[in-house]
């Protein structure tokens, strides 16, 4: 769930997008696509806003609610970095495939994940994580 300190710069940010001013729209593009990566969403999530409805007070809101959910998280909700991290512990995730999930490193920690990378994460998710198959 989105921080209300992060849904406000959000909302302020997508405001500046009718700017008049080419370098300010540039620079809002570029926020808002880390705002949206780091919460393991895309552009069309903005035309889609049932995603922001539950926002949540401050960080610590999300410790209280993942220990209370033990449970997998759906590859739609769960950021690129969880989704990761699931498949590098999974026991159902081959050693080659391991091997090229480390590929997705750099852009994970950049928050600059491409809709192809998580297309990609979501899949295997999906299949390992949330169907216990073994890829």
């Given at each position: 769930?989105?921080?209300?300190?992060?849904?406000?710069?959000?909302?302020?940010?997508?405001?500046?997008?009718?700017?008049?001013?080419?370098?300010?729209?540039?620079?809002?593009?570029?926020?808002?696509?880390?705002?949206?990566?780091?919460?393991?969403?895309?552009?069309?999530?903005?035309?889609?806003?049932?995603?922001?409805?539950?926002?949540?007070?401050?960080?610590?809101?999300?410790?209280?609610?993942?220990?209370?959910?033990?449970?997998?998280?759906?590859?739609?909700?769960?950021?690129?970095?969880?989704?990761?991290?699931?498949?590098?512990?999974s026991?159902?995730?081959?050693?080659?495939?391991?091997?090229?999930?480390?590929?997705?490193?750099?852009?994970?920690?950049?928050?600059?994940?491409?809709?192809?990378?998580?297309?990609?994460?979501?899949?295997m998710?999906?299949?390992?994580?949330?169907?216990?198959?073994?890829?």
């Amino acid at each position: 769930m989105m921080t209300e300190r992060d849904y406000q710069r959000l909302s302020k940010l997508v405001a500046m997008l009718s700017s008049d001013n080419d370098g300010e729209i540039l620079n809002a593009v570029d926020a808002i696509s880390n705002i949206l990566n780091e919460y393991g969403l895309g552009w069309t999530d903005l035309l889609l806003p049932r995603k922001f409805l539950k926002v949540r007070n401050a960080q610590a809101d999300d410790l209280k609610a993942e220990a209370a959910d033990s449970g997998p998280l759906d590859p739609a909700q769960a950021t690129p970095k969880q989704m990761y991290d699931a498949l590098m512990q999974s026991p159902r995730v081959s050693i080659e495939t391991k091997r090229d999930i480390r590929d997705y490193t750099t852009e994970i920690s950049e928050n600059r994940v491409r809709p192809k990378t998580r297309a990609d994460l979501q899949a295997m998710y999906r299949y390992a994580i949330m169907q216990g198959r073994h890829i």
